[in-house]
C-alpha cells in the first residue's frame, strides 16, 4: 500500500507542477507577486495531496516566532517537502540557489521573474561575494532571504555540516536570523520515491537578534537547529518506531517511550 500510495502521490505532485508551471506562465508578467501566488497555488495542492494520497500532514509550530521585513531564513534541509512547505508563511523571500537552475526551462523562467539569487558556485570566493552583495539589497527592500545552512540535504540524524555562507550573511547584514527546524526526512526521503504516513513537523524556532559576534553566532544557530531537530524525530519514532528506517544509519536508535 504505502509503495501503490507513493507511486500515486508522485505521479499526481509531477502533474500538477508542470500544468501550473505552463498554465501560469502569464503570472511571470507580474513579476514576483504573480510567481508567488502561483507558487502558494503549488504548495497548498502538493500538501493537499500528500495528506489525501499519503495520509502524510504537515504541522507548522511556532508561527508567532516570524518576524516581518527583512530577515533571514535558515532552515535544515532533509527532503523536497520543505522546499514547497515553507512557502506559504514567507510573504516575499529570495532563495540562495546554483544558476544553472535558472537555466532550467519554464522553471528558470519563474527563478528570473521572481527576483531569485543564482549564484555561479564555481567562482569560490568571488561567488560569496555575489551571494553578501544580492542578499543585501533583497534584506534591505525587507524582503526574506531563505538559506539552507548545510547548503544541501542531508539524512534525518546525520551528523552536522553547516557551512560558512549563513554566518558571512548574518554579520553582513545586521538582521535576525530564523531558524528552522523540522523532520521532513523521516517522511520524504533524500532519494527513492517513498512518501510515508505521519505528521511532518515544520518548527520556527525564536529568532536570532542581530549583533552576535560571527563565531557565537554560528554555534547558537547550529545548536539551535539541531536540538530542535532531535526532539522532532524523537518525537515521531516514539509515534511510529518504523521512521527508524530514514535515519542515518550513525543515528541513534530511537529512545524509548518515557
Known amino acids: ?35 508567488f501566488f502561483l507558487a502558494n497555488i503549488w504548495a497548498h495542492a502538493s500538501i493537499f495531496l500528500m495528506r489525501v494520497v499519503c495520509n502524510l500532514r504537515v504541522e507548522y509550530r511556532g508561527l508567532e516566532n516570524i518576524p516581518t521585513g527583512g530577515y533571514l531564513l535558515a ?38 521573474a521572481s527576483n531569485q539569487i543564482a ?26 532571504v531563505y538559506i539552507y545552512p548545510e547548503g544541501t540535504r542531508r539524512t534525518p540524524g546525520a551528523k552536522p555540516a553547516y557551512k560558512y555562507g549563513v ?36 518548527e520556527y524556532l525564536p529568532p536570532i537578534p542581530p549583533g552576535l559576534d560571527r563565531e557565537a553566532f554560528a554555534r547558537r544557530l547550529e545548536d539551535t537547529i539541531e536540538t530542535a531537530c532531535r526532539r522532532l524525530n524523537a518525537e515521531a519514532l516514539r509515534i511510529d518506531p518504523s521512521l527508524a528506517i530514514a535515519l542515518d544509519n550513525d543515528s541513534v536508535s530511537a529512545p524509548a517511550s518515557p
Not at 179 to 202: E, K, S
Open 167 to 202: 554566518a558571512a550573511l548574518y554579520a553582513a547584514n545586521n538582521v535576525a536570523c530564523l531558524p528552522v527546524a523540522l523532520n521532513t526526512g523521516l517522511f520524504w526521503g533524500r532519494r527513492g520515491f517513498a512518501r510515508r504516513p505521519g505528521v511532518a513537523v515544520i
Open 119 to 144: 549564484i555561479n558556485r564555481a567562482k569560490g570566493h568571488s561567488a560569496m561575494a555575489q551571494i553578501l552583495q544580492k542578499a543585501g539589497e533583497v534584506l534591505r527592500a525587507g524582503r526574506q
Open 1 to 35: 500500500m504505502l509503495v501503490l500510495r507513493s507511486l500515486v502521490f508522485n505521479v499526481l505532485f509531477y502533474l500538477v507542477l508542470l500544468a501550473l508551471m505552463i498554465v501560469g506562465l502569464p503570472a511571470t508578467l507580474f513579476g514576483r507577486k504573480g510567481v
Open 75 to 112: 532552515a535544515k534541509h532533509q527532503s523536497f517537502l520543505e522546499t514547497f512547505s515553507l512557502l506559504p508563511n514567507t510573504p516575499d523571500f529570495a532563495i540562495i540557489l546554483k544558476r544553472q537552475l535558472a537555466y532550467v526551462p519554464l522553471f528558470g523562467l519563474y527563478l528570473i
